[in-house]
């Protein structure tokens, strides 16, 4: 037996088969264009570490929602950065967050609710083939967390055929 780090940056679901968790999975696979059920793990994970954070701040400061922001300032800036929280949600907010949150925050959906692609998994094809680019640099990972400040800075790389407005699939996606 090994007695190295748990690599896996995901928990698969306690019971294999439960035809609603399956079912409301499957949904938002198809909802946000994720490839396999493990993106779908991998986001619920991170959700699951920022609450268990989230709770351990506020469990040090004793309920003290003020104490505890102190405490985890940079923790909620991180949050307000990539957009998970808004600029007014305290570090309570992070205990009411949903999957779908995080979800919304890839670059993949952000590129999609901007216009960049016809559907989520056209978006996640035009990023995986290094059509799309993030301030400047050319992104390849779906699931790359956007910043809000970066959000308007999300274009098709100059080099691409993509960056022509005539491309048909473009005009398909502009429509």
Not at 13 to 41: M, T, V
Request: hydrophobic content about 35%.
């Amino acid at each position: 037996m090994s007695t190295g780090k748990n690599t896996k940056g995901y928990e698969t679901p306690n019971h294999p088969y439960q035809g609603e968790r399956i079912a409301e999975e499957s949904d938002l696979l198809s909802r946000y264009g994720l490839k396999n059920k493990e993106e779908f793990w991998r986001a619920q994970s991170e959700l699951r570490s920022m609450r268990r954070e989230a709770r351990r701040l506020l469990g040090e400061a004793q309920g003290d929602v003020d104490a505890a922001q102190d405490a985890g300032a940079e923790f909620v800036a991180r949050l307000r950065r990539i957009g998970i929280l808004g600029d007014n949600d305290d570090i309570s907010a992070v205990l009411s967050l949903d999957v779908t949150d995080l979800l919304e925050r890839r670059l993949q959906t952000v590129a999609y609710r901007q216009g960049f692609a016809s559907s989520t998994q056209q978006a996640r094809q035009f990023i995986v083939h290094g059509h799309i680019t993030v301030d400047g640099a050319r992104v390849t990972r779906p699931s790359v967390k956007v910043d809000v400040d970066d959000e308007g800075t999300i274009a098709f790389d100059e080099n691409s055929p993509l960056a022509d407005d005539l491309h048909p699939e473009r005009a398909e996606s502009q429509e």
